[in-house]
């Protein structure tokens, strides 16, 4: 019987040893498959950007990016995000917490209109804003009356980038302030606590690092929204241009330089973004481990 046993235990061992191999094996394929598409997808043309941002020198960089309709560009982009978010994040705090810590009527339906923004196409839904708050559109005549103009202006920007915004704090905190549960909050009710002093120390605390994680997301796609943006703003120079808006203008001009040189500001943004983004989800991890 030995012998039969030392050749089966023989036999378990080198298949382990194989299948180790091949496990290896297969995860070196995938890391490489994942390297190469990243380099064509992803690196190669954001090198490019800087490549060709570069391409006539720094000065002509710095030319670009400190022309009058760039810095207006760019003060208006940032303008939108300093608005945007801040008011997302109200709203994503509020909606967040009323789906999770409530039951009421009308909550899919609540969720559903959540999601809208993902699935309407940004083109449309500034072609909806268009219908509504244009001269002769459904709100028109009466924004007219008022002297309020939206469209063709910084403030049908503002509400055009806060639909396509609208979910991405509130995704954030939903899954968070799930598996939090309510148990904590009721032991702070229970002991005294008001609902702010309640939500400052229990709740904030519980989803700080997911709530920066969706304002930054939404800050991200502030910064870079193009189709809703587009439709709305009539693309005025030195007024409605945001960032993404006069990189196309100056490339449609033929500006090739220029048009680079605000796109590699724009690049830059989103790797800081993408760093912060790195840190934070570091630590979330760091915080639930």
């Known amino acids: 019987m030995e012998p039969t046993v030392t050749k089966t235990v023989e036999q378990a061992a080198i298949r382990k040893r194989n299948s180790s191999k091949e496990s290896k094996s297969f995860k070196i394929i995938l890391i490489t498959i ?9 690196f190669v043309p954001l090198m490019a950007i800087f490549v060709k941002a570069f391409e006539k020198g720094v000065e002509v960089y710095l030319a670009a990016i400190t022309e009058s309709d760039a810095l207006s560009a760019i003060y ?32 899919q339906v609540l969720l559903s209109l959540l999601e809208l923004p993902f699935a309407v196409s940004p083109v449309i839904a500034g072609l909806v804003f ?15 009356d008022l002297g309020i103009k939206i469209i063709f202006s910084v403030p049908g920007i503002i509400i055009a980038t806060i639909f396509v915004t609208v979910p991405f704090v509130v995704r954030e905190l939903i899954p968070v302030m799930q598996a939090q549960g309510t148990s904590e909050e009721e032991a702070a009710v229970s002991l005294g606590a008001n609902g ?51 990189v196309e ?15 590699s500001l ?4 989103a790797i800081i973004t993408l760093i912060i983004k790195s840190i934070i989800e570091w630590k979330t991890e760091k915080h639930e481990g």
Do not use: D
Not at 34 to 42: D, K, V
Not at 130 to 144: E, K, Q, T
């Open 266 to 269: 724009m690049s830059i943004m």
């Open 196 to 246: 702010w002093q309640m939500f400052w120390r229990v709740t904030l605390p519980n989803i700080k690092w997911g709530l920066l994680y969706g304002m930054i997301l939404c800050n991200a796609r502030a910064i870079g929204e193009f189709g809703a943006v587009s439709v709305v703003s009539g693309r005025i120079r030195g007024m409605t241009n945001t960032m993404p808006l006069h």
């Open 130 to 144: 268009v219908l509504l708050f244009s001269p002769r559109g459904v709100l028109g005549p009466w924004l007219v």
């Open 76 to 107: 208006l982009t940032l303008l939108v995000a300093v608005i945007v978010v801040p008011l997302n994040t109200i709203f994503g705090v509020a909606a967040a917490w009323g789906v999770t810590k409530f039951r009421f009527r009308g909550k």
């Open 249 to 263: 203008i100056l490339y449609n001009e033929y500006q090739f330089s220029a048009s680079f040189a605000v796109a």
């Open 34 to 42: 994942a390297i190469l598409y990243l380099s064509l997808l992803l």
